[in-house]
């Protein structure tokens, strides 16, 4: 039995879906669904259990035998949540009580981190999980320290040796983006949200710079495509002897003006863009450039190439956004 929490999420109902085609599982997925249409991410897939997180311990008493891996990628995501209580509980707390569950069950455990651990990006982007190295870093909202929190309390497990899941494995994500992200709102990614306002054929809006060094829309971001974020997850299933924290980008950045001009090409229009300045709220909170190193994951045998953006963007486009059922 494979659990994916989170798995009607954005990148645990990819998951789910690539599992599937595996023809892997059963595959229990923990949720909420709650209204609106996130259900659909999951409405093509052949489910063996839906539970709510509150119904996990009960369930996994009842079926801990049973169960074989763990892809524990549901948190709050939001990088603007102010509840820090709230992100802790959900972010730090539970993982914490599935890697004790995992660690006494004998179950293998990936969970999702983030790029957003590290912060403005002053010390870098190399996932180098010493205690030393991750006490440096700096995030920049309670949803960048929460999954930080965690890395550092696996880290702490691990050098203290206190049993541990036969198989560990933490994940920062970068900037993801594909299918199935529609029922996030305010956190799609750009491409998303720049779709539906190059098809009116309005202009696509990015934020100007307020920084000199960085031109209007010239901000970088590691850009992945859910679908290599999803290869890796199954590649890790395929090597339960891997083990770390590790970076899931794809070690290119590229700018927004970038990204806009891909989704103008793919839906096959002229480049049109208008830049508004920078929120307050997020003046000294924006990341302004991110790349992901990605050093570790290669030397531990992941040599697949990562999609490049021009065709994620197509793919996205034109396999999904583009078509009456965008859903996965």
């Keep these: 039995m494979i659990i994916v929490t989170g798995g009607a999420g954005f990148i645990g109902s990819n998951l789910v879906a690539g599992l599937e085609r595996r023809g892997l599982g059963p595959i229990v997925v923990v949720d909420r669904l709650r209204q609106g249409d996130k259900w659909r991410n999951i409405a093509k897939r052949n489910l063996h259990d839906l539970v709510t997180p509150e119904q996990l311990p009960e369930f996994l008493d009842r079926n801990g035998d049973a169960v074989e891996i763990i892809f524990h990628m549901g948190a709050i995501s939001a990088t603007t949540e102010t509840d820090a209580d709230r992100v802790v509980e959900n972010n730090f707390r539970l993982t914490l009580d599935l890697w004790s569950w995992c660690a006494a069950q004998g179950v293998r455990l990936v969970y999702a981190s983030s790029a957003a651990t590290y912060g403005d990006g002053a010390q870098g982007f190399d996932d180098d999980s010493s205690a030393q190295a991750l006490a440096a870093l700096r995030p920049l909202n309670p949803y960048g320290w929460s999954k930080h929190l965690l890395d550092r309390r696996v880290r702490a497990a691990l050098d203290q040796a206190v049993p541990r899941p036969p198989q560990q494995v933490g994940l920062k994500f970068f900037n993801v983006y594909g299918p199935n992200e529609y029922h996030k709102g305010g956190m799609r990614s750009l491409a998303a949200k720049l779709h539906p306002q190059i098809v009116a054929g309005e202009p696509a809006r990015l934020f100007a ?29 395929d090597n339960p002897g891997v083990n770390g924290l590790f970076n899931l980008g794809t070690g290119k950045a590229r700018s927004w003006n970038d990204l806009a001009h891909a989704l103008f090409a793919a839906i096959g229009r002229a480049p049109r863009i208008d830049y508004i300045p920078m929120p307050d709220h997020l003046k000294g909170k924006y990341q302004y450039y991110t790349q992901a190193e990605m050093g570790r994951l290669r030397a531990a045998g992941y040599d697949r190439p990562f999609t490049e953006l021009e065709e994620g963007i197509r793919r996205y486009v034109q396999d999904h956004m583009g078509t009456p059922d965008p859903y996965v």
């Design 209 to 237: 710079s307020d920084r000199p060094d960085y031109p209007n829309g010239g901000q970088m971001r590691d850009f992945i495509w859910v679908g290599d974020a999803v290869d890796v997850m199954l590649w890790l299933y």
